[in-house]
């Protein structure tokens, strides 16, 4: 079973909808993250947690919100998702206690149209 | 512009063929580490280099790290098509400060092993 996981996988939606891409992992680790990437960039960091009660943003989170429900769960929001949104997103999550290793989901497309 | 900034963007080599990847950044790291991704996959670490280190080998990968030139090359030996992935160099920050924990990714190379 995947370590890190995430849901849904693709995603069509139209601008202005609100949208939850959820991520979920059974590492046991405190540290979790969540990027975009588009065609040619490398991946650009949204937000970040470092404990259930510990969220910062990243160097992109205008437009995006995110939850930390739990220490197994990050979730990253849309409010109202719009075409230069379209992108693949990642789910990261690392140990506190190595080296900042980190561990990526299989990522989400979302297309907005 | 990014931390991390990768050279080529592309490469395009033989199978048994040697490849080799660069990448610079500009302030001081507690780390640099290599990641591989397969096409639309999640990325996969592949080795990490602390910044007191000049070199490490891990099966067919080597890398080294030059710290005062703040440069890293990722070197994959005897390169199979099913190395044929992008490959992106990720810095670790020192301890301390509000980068720390965080990863900078450059832009990746994109590899392609010809069979």
């Known amino acids: 079973d995947a370590d890190v996981t995430q849901t849904p996988r693709n995603r069509i939606t139209k601008t202005g909808k609100r949208i939850m891409l959820e991520c979920s992992q059974t590492k046991g680790h405190d540290r979790m993250y969540w990027y975009r990437q588009d065609p040619g960039l490398g991946l650009r960091l949204i937000y970040y947690s470092f404990d259930v009660k510990d969220i910062n943003k990243g160097e992109i989170s205008d437009g995006y919100s995110v939850s930390r429900q739990a220490q197994a769960k990050f979730s990253l929001s849309l409010e109202s998702a719009i075409p230069n949104q379209t992108a693949l997103y990642f789910c990261a999550t690392s140990d506190p206690t190595g080296w900042n290793e980190q561990f990526f989901g299989p990522g989400t497309r979302l297309t907005v149209l | 512009s990014q931390q991390g900034e990768e050279d080529p963007q592309a490469l395009s080599i033989q199978e048994g063929e040697n490849a080799t990847m660069n990448c610079s950044y500009k302030t001081s790291i507690n780390n640099l580490q290599w990641y591989r991704q397969n096409s639309g996959r999640g990325l996969v670490h592949l080795i990490l280099?602390?910044?007191?280190?000049r070199e490490k080998h891990s099966g067919r990968l080597r890398v080294t790290l030059d710290t005062s030139k703040k440069s890293s090359s990722l070197l994959i030996t005897a390169s199979r098509a099913a190395d044929t992935a992008s490959y992106f160099c990720a810095t670790a920050p020192n301890a301390g400060g509000t980068s720390y924990g965080k990863l900078t990714f450059g832009q990746g190379t994109i590899l392609t092993v010809h069979p």
């Open positions: 280099i602390r910044s007191n280190e």
